[in-house]
């Protein structure tokens, strides 16, 4: 990547996934990826491999692949890898009938396309508020609306980054409305326990900050509740929310304000759709979130999520592309425009066109599976 990123849990200047490609009967090939995270899913690479090879291969080969859910086994969710070979099938059907992804799932689904999207968010990671100041600064040349800062680490640290975001955003953060309303959001990557993140709150209202994403880690659900109560900063989830039966019971358990929905994270395109729709008939807020180092395929799945979903996703991030990435494996280039503005995708399939040689520059291994 062209910078390093970093925040409570991990710091990276490099991305690892996996790619599928899918080859049909008819030759049409179609392209997925999947970025796995430990400390997120659990999975690791190998394990996505494994899984794919064991189970997900033959569910492709099934009549309705997409009816069914990623595979959940001691404590890992394999949701990136599946979401690697949902994204392969989705971009082959359609491809081979020359259709769009965002179509098809939309009459599946039983939504509605609409191609004006959500202007993407700027995300500022955690270090000096030298470098703070300097991102933000960038960012604000690009006309972004939404920011979303990494906390959690080093209090003082926090308190000044959040300081200088204030200070360049200015009235823009206690705007309500209008095209000079700014908004800041911040992502603790659950670094704090029930007490630290209570203090916390205060802190964060003083700075403007109208959500707080996992502030406690993944595995301290219980604790939720409690801290909603306590404080008056809304809750977003990211790690803690995982499969669609964990989002029911964190919605009836009063644990949760507003989703943070990943496209390779909660298990492809499907799954996300799903999220999103408990999440309107819940009555919470949901926003489409990124994982670091998508390449254009994944960039695409957003999009797509983007067109079927509407007007009622709060925020959204990706479409970083060639700000983030040295090379991507997709012909087109899809970082945001101007003001974070984003388009649809227009081509059949996932609307991408993956360019072989560039992933045979950055692919460390290659597996190939034949079915008769």
């Not at 491999?49 to 001691?74: C, F, G, K, M, N």
């Not at 359609?94 to 965002?102: E, L, N, T």
């Not at 900050?209 to 406690?216: A, F, G, K, R, S």
Request: aromatic share 6%; with cysteine.
């Amino acid at each position: 990547m062209r910078i390093r990123f970093e925040h409570a849990r991990a710091g990276r200047d490099t991305s690892t996934g996996i790619l599928v490609r899918l080859m049909l009967d008819d030759g049409t090939a179609g392209w997925g990826e999947g970025i796995p995270r430990d400390y997120v899913t659990g999975e690791t690479l190998a394990g996505a491999v494994r899984v794919i090879q064991s189970e997900y291969a033959d569910r492709l080969a099934d009549d309705a692949p997409l009816a069914t859910t990623p595979v959940e086994s001691d404590g890992v969710v394999h949701n990136a890898a599946w979401c690697a070979c949902e994204l392969a099938y989705l971009d082959a059907v359609g491809k081979s009938q020359r259709r769009r992804v965002a179509d098809m799932l939309a009459g599946q689904l039983g939504l509605k396309p609409r191609r004006l999207l959500r202007r993407v968010s700027g995300v500022l990671s955690a270090g000096p508020v030298e470098k703070t100041r300097r991102n933000l600064r960038v960012m604000r040349l690009l006309a972004l609306r939404d920011y979303k800062l990494k906390v959690g680490a080093d209090a003082g640290q926090d308190e000044a980054n959040l300081s200088e975001v204030n200070r360049q955003l200015g009235r823009g953060l206690k705007r309500r409305r209008g095209p000079t309303r700014r908004t800041l959001r911040v992502d603790a990557n659950g670094a704090w326990n029930l007490q630290e993140a209570v203090r916390h709150a205060e802190m964060l209202s003083r700075f403007n900050v109208i959500t707080v994403e996992q502030p406690l880690a993944k595995g301290q659900e219980a604790a939720l509740a409690e801290l909603r109560r306590r404080t008056p900063v809304p809750i977003m989830l990211d790690e803690s929310l995982l499969t669609l039966a964990g989002a029911e019971r964190l919605v009836r358990g009063g644990q949760v304000d507003l989703f943070n929905i990943r496209v390779s994270k909660n298990g492809g395109l499907v799954q996300s759709l799903r999220l999103a729709g408990l999440a309107h008939r819940s009555g919470l807020d949901f926003q489409l979130g990124c994982m670091v180092g998508e390449t254009g395929i994944l960039t695409a799945a957003g999009r797509i999520f983007l067109e079927l979903v509407g007007r009622r996703v709060r925020f959204s991030e990706g479409s970083y592309g060639r700000f983030l990435l040295r090379s991507d494996v997709t012909r087109e280039r899809l970082s945001f425009g101007y003001g974070g503005f984003v388009r649809a995708m227009t081509g059949p399939g996932l609307g991408v066109h993956v360019q072989m040689r560039k992933v045979r520059s950055v692919a460390r291994r290659a597996l190939r599976l034949e079915y008769s």
